[in-house]
């Protein structure tokens, strides 16, 4: 009689038991796969790692400095090399823009603004 009754509780006890996923953390549902393109003009730079410092072979010299490695975390590269003045020939552009047109909308002549270039083709906006 104990073993029926022992039979007969255990698997109700055990199904009592399992009360779902209440007052836990579950998580989110599940979405799609998402993976990243590289941005258009850019190239994708892996991360990796380097010894910087002195190397074994670095003997006549016999510096007593330590060797360390750094790890670089990934990043894009654009495609197309760049000089320092470009660069800077860009930034003054974009720096001199910005303040037109922040300067154009706090006086309120909007309309003063030139949204063409000197062809008469349309002017692509910075924001």
């Not at 590289?38 to 991360?47: E, L, T």
């Not at 190397?55 to 490695?69: E, G, I, M, W, Y």
Request: negative net charge.
């Amino acid at each position: 009689m104990k073993k029926l009754l022992l039979t007969l509780i255990a698997p109700l006890f055990l199904v009592g038991c399992y009360m779902g996923p209440q007052g836990e953390l579950v998580g989110v549902h599940p979405r799609q796969y998402w993976e990243q393109s590289n941005p258009y003009g850019m190239n994708y730079i892996h991360f990796g790692s380097f010894t910087m410092g002195p190397s074994d072979q670095d003997v006549p010299f016999a510096l007593n400095t330590r060797s360390k490695t750094v790890t670089i975390p990934p990043f894009y590269m654009d495609v197309h090399e760049i000089t320092n003045n470009e660069y800077r020939q860009f930034v003054h552009y974009v720096r001199d823009s910005l303040f037109l047109d922040a300067l154009f909308q706090d006086a309120g002549l909007e309309e003063y603004g030139t949204d063409v270039d000197a062809n008469g083709d349309d002017l692509e906006r910075i924001r």
